[in-house]
């Protein structure tokens, strides 16, 4: 699971904190840094290492394993 958070804080920490920032620090098109930021789709291979290469984040930091209640408690909301 793709997890947006860490990414924010880590862009955060650097001064970016709109995805517009984002966008132009990884040299993505605005509506890739946008679906990044909000957490709509995960990064592909060449966005993970320009995460990488800009933000220190390894492609496995950007990932994390969902919980086994999670299923659990989105279905209970």
Known sequence: ???RAHLQA???GKGDRHYTDLA???KVAPATAWR????????????????EAE???SASGLLQQASPT???EQAAA
């Open 36 to 51: 990044l930021w909000t957490g709509k789709t995960a990064p592909s291979a060449r966005v993970a290492a320009a995460v």
């Open 70 to 72: 999670a299923g659990a």
């Open 24 to 26: 132009a620090r990884l």
């Open 10 to 12: 880590v862009a955060s």
């Open 55 to 57: 933000y220190g984040i």
């Open 1 to 3: 699971m793709y997890d």
